[in-house]
Nanobody, 128 residues
Framework: QLRLVESGGGLVHPGGSLRLSCAAS????????IGWFRQAPGKEPESVSC????????FNAESVEGRFTISRDSAKNMVYLEMNNLKREDTAVYYC?????????????????????WGQGTQVTVSS
């Protein structure tokens, strides 16, 4: 049984940084592509950053390119999202998800259409 738990969100000023964590049970994350997604109130979910199972392929949404980095810690069975230079438009609930996709871009494109096993999410609020 897959369970994903997101953490690390909070209130941060514009230009600040946060690191989100995704902890998994019931699945070894190294076997799957992983994605971070977000959803703001009244909006559709959108992909943020994805990584394939071997971690040699990454894909970032244009809005976060150069600011966000997805990474794995295989020993801890966790995935992280390092967020730098945060902007007000980054405010959303952030979710992680695992999928059986061969590439990062496929994970980012398909997973928001399915929205399965996303956990509770963690709130990120960027405000002055």
């Amino acid at each position: 049984q897959l369970r994903l738990v997101e953490s690390g969100g909070g209130l941060v000023h514009p230009g600040g940084s946060l690191r989100l964590s995704c902890a998994a049970s019931g699945v070894t994350l190294d076997s799957y592509a992983i994605g971070w997604f977000r959803q703001a109130p009244g909006k559709e979910p959108e992909s943020v950053s994805c990584i394939n199972n071997s971690s040699d392929d990454r894909f970032n949404a244009e809005s976060v390119e150069g600011r966000f980095t997805i990474s794995r810690d295989s020993a801890k069975n966790m995935v992280y999202l390092e967020m730098n230079n945060l902007k007000r438009e980054d405010t959303a609930v952030y979710y992680c998800s695992a999928g059986n996709f061969p590439s990062a871009v496929q994970m980012c494109v398909v997973a928001p259409l399915i929205k399965d096993d996303w956990g509770q999410g963690t709130q990120v609020t960027v405000s002055s």
